[in-house]
Nanobody, 119 residues
């Protein structure tokens, strides 16, 4: 129904910036909220930022003020601008989309993109 693909991961130095992109395909109009999650080695997947279809955003405390989430509903894309990266930002970042169809909510996930921040 919905397919998600992330782009933009890589290796950067602490203090640098990086932008991640997510492209959705399929029933894009059914997507409600979209989110960026990340999972570091040995840790559970955590929510980084989310954005509603109307553009309301939320950030985790660890990234608030440094990261910016945005989306283009028509294009089915979502971005995460990451500034002032630290080694603690190292993780696999996942794009997620919440789809509601006939009052049933389903979450769709991308394959993940690696972000490694070196000191």
């Amino acid at each position: 129904q919905v397919q998600l693909v992330e782009f933009g991961g890589g290796l950067v130095q602490a203090g640098e910036s990086l932008t991640l992109s997510c492209t959705a395909s399929g029933t894009i109009s059914s997507i409600k909220a979209m989110s960026w999650y990340r999972q570091a080695p040995g840790k559970q997947r955590e929510l980084v930022a989310s954005i509603t279809r109307g553009g309301s955003v939320n950030y985790s405390d660890s990234v608030n003020g440094r990261f910016t989430i945005s989306r283009d509903n028509a294009k089915g894309t979502m971005n995460l601008r990451m500034n002032s990266l630290t080694t603690e930002d190292t993780a696999v970042y996942y794009c997620s989309a919440e789809v509601e169809r006939y009052l049933i909510k389903n979450d769709y996930w991308g394959q993940g993109t690696h972000v490694t921040v070196s000191s």
